[in-house]
């Protein structure tokens, strides 16, 4: 998987293969394949490494620095972002609306990742509600979500 996270953020989904992460992470071909039914299955794999990652940090932040920690998760990820993930993550977001196969598991994904960010408690106070829009959703989230990820 490291290989593949490497060369999508390097490459981008669409001009990296199968047969390029394989090479890279020294394994034929019909090996990726025993465990990745596809380059999206692939993908979607690294992806959600990706959220668990994030998800632990996010929790620690938050819960080192209380009401401060959505700032300042805010701060270093406008200060050091990985340029190349974003760019992929936008491809494959792009790739997902007209893939409908792909396109369930990448919204699950992506809602679990901006969850500890967007839940505001009822009560309207704790440390994401002020940044949050009074509807509690983020405005990326809504796009997200009204987006026809159905059809």
Known sequence: MAAGDRL????????????????????TKGAVYSNFASKEDLFLAIFERRVEEA???????????????????TRRNLAAPDRGWMAVFFEFWAHVLRNPESRVRFLALHRRAQEPLVATPASGSGPTARLMPRAGRSPTWRWSTDCSWNS
Do not use: N
Request: aromatic letters at 8%.
């Open 8 to 27: 999508f953020r390097e490459q981008g989904f669409h001009d990296t293969s199968l047969d390029q992460v394989a090479s890279a992470a020294g394994y």
């Open 55 to 73: 998800l632990e940090h996010v929790a620690r932040v938050l819960e080192a620095l209380g009401e401060q920690g959505p700032a300042e998760l």
